[in-house]
């Protein structure tokens, strides 16, 4: 079947601009997530839903980033006055569950880049 | 905290030889760990959970909890191991934390 897509696959913003990132997890997983992925930080936790249950947002680097998910499914991150160092790979990923047996279906990324 | 660490960026070893990727922890509860591999211009994929204590494509990893280590480990490297290989630690009981990640290189 279909796995985790994402969208748009690359996206260039000037500084100081608005953007949006677009999520679609696998049919059926209750869980998702957000991480980034960049040069000398890694693969960092952002946020994380779980059917109903209020997210987890504790990884969300400052105010200006936000993500939400609608009806159980896509999710949109969006982050604000966006800034260089936001610039990095922007991975979701989305389990049908969270315990220590369910795999997380990580999506092909989005690039950003911030100029 | 948690913590997970990769200390080698870049591991290059010859085709047939034995590889270790090493990966230490710091976690005060009982640890789920996981190693995650990314080939080039693919997804990142699981590649094994040390609660399943599975061999896949030929890799094992062993949790030592005295030494918190979960070192990758396979016997015999092949040039289409060369990939991006991250340790994962799941804290909070699912969010990911992952290593920095160490790059292999199998030559022929």
């Known amino acids: 079947g279909a796995g985790v897509s994402q969208s748009p696959s690359n996206k260039v913003t000037e500084k100081g601009k608005d953007v949006e990132l677009r999520c679609d997890p696998i049919s059926g997983h209750t869980a998702l997530y957000w991480y980034r992925q960049s040069l000398g930080q890694g693969l960092e936790f952002l946020i994380y839903?779980?059917?109903?249950?209020?997210?987890?947002k504790s990884g969300l680097p400052s105010d200006r980033f936000s993500a939400e998910r609608t009806g159980g499914s896509v999710s949109t991150l969006t982050i604000q006055r966006t800034q260089q160092e936001d610039s990095a790979v922007y991975l979701c990923?989305?389990?049908?569950?969270?315990?220590?047996?369910?795999?997380?279906?990580f999506g092909p990324g989005t690039r950003l880049t911030v100029t | 905290a948690q913590r997970v660490t990769q200390p080698e960026k870049l591991l290059s070893v010859f085709k047939g030889a034995p590889v270790e990727l090493k990966c230490n922890y710091s976690?005060?509860?009982?640890?789920?760990l996981f190693w995650y591999v990314q080939y080039s211009r693919q997804r990142l994929q699981l590649l094994l959970r040390?609660?399943s204590r599975e061999s896949i494509k030929g890799f094992t990893a062993d949790l030592n909890k005295g030494e918190t280590s979960f070192h990758l480990k396979k016997p015999f490297a092949q040039e289409e191991d060369s990939a991006m290989y991250y340790c994962a630690l799941k804290h909070s009981g699912y969010a990911l934390n992952f290593g920095k990640g160490t790059s292999l290189l199998v030559t022929p």
């Open positions: 040390h609660i």
């Open positions: 839903f779980q059917g109903n249950s209020a997210p987890d």
């Open positions: 976690y005060s509860g009982s640890p789920e």
């Open positions: 990923a989305s389990s049908p569950g969270t315990g220590a047996f369910y795999e997380q279906y």
